[in-house]
């Protein structure tokens, strides 16, 4: 069963308290529903019952979907101190890098926020590599700045991200913000299985055991 706890929370819009329940961690085997809103975002949106705004929930939680072998730590930053998410780590790590566990073949992963972990999830439900998409998102991201130098350092610094694969030649739809829009790049399988094929010629990009953050600085770390 998914786990969750009741946290007492102040409303940013009224300014009253509420309790709110908070999931920190879910195994889609057992509650195959709330896989659909973890990827909506639904999950993670509390109503306040004085005002009825809306907010997001801060907080960790462990993913875990058996079915696609994927296990997301998601950490807000500076959410733990550093000494208290070393020790989380040490304990998620000790528990699940264990062969006796059968998690052979699981892509471990951490991320920072909301959207990064419904990235992480719709990756794998498309069957796509995220360290092969860290490195086709960082070469759109630079032809699409490349084509637009008026908004080139914005567009160098935006986040992109994995919004789906659609098509009989499987295109791949990106995401990212510009002056306060969200814009939509597509590219062509071609670019992934180019990306792959540079992953697979070098070892060194892939990532260590443990819980990894693969994302846009991580890969930037091979690629500059």
């Known amino acids: 069963m998914a786990k969750t706890i009741t ?13 709110v329940k908070v999931y920190i961690g879910i195994n889609t085997a057992e509650d195959p529903q709330l896989k659909a809103s973890v990827k909506d975002g639904s999950l993670f949106v509390w109503e306040c019952l004085h005002c009825g705004a809306r907010h997001l929930t801060r907080s960790q939680l462990l993913y875990h979907d058996p079915d696609e072998r994927l296990m997301v730590w998601l950490l807000p ?6 000494q208290q998410e070393a020790s989380v780590k040490a304990t998620l790590e000790k528990h699940f890098i264990n062969p006796e566990n059968g998690l052979e073949g699981y892509s471990l992963r951490r991320v920072a926020s909301i959207g990064d972990l419904i990235e992480k999830v719709n990756l794998q439900d498309a069957g796509l590599d995220d360290v092969v998409m860290e490195m086709a998102k960082w070469v759109t ?8 130098r008026a908004h080139a350092e914005e567009i160098l610094r ?3 991200r994995f919004y789906r694969m659609d098509g009989p030649d499987n295109e791949i739809q990106l995401s990212f913000p510009l002056s306060g829009a969200m814009q939509v790049v597509n590219i062509g399988f071609n670019v992934y299985e180019d990306c792959r094929g540079i992953v697979q010629r070098n ?4 990532p260590q055991p443990g819980f990894v953050r693969v994302d846009a600085d991580w890969i930037a770390r091979f690629l500059q």
């Open 158 to 160: 935006a986040p992109f």
């Open 77 to 82: 930053e500076n959410f733990l101190s550093p």
């Open 203 to 206: 070892p060194s990009m892939k």
């Open 7 to 19: 946290r007492d929370v102040t409303c940013p819009s009224c300014g009253k308290g509420n309790a």
């Open 141 to 148: 991201r630079n032809e699409v700045a490349d084509k637009d």
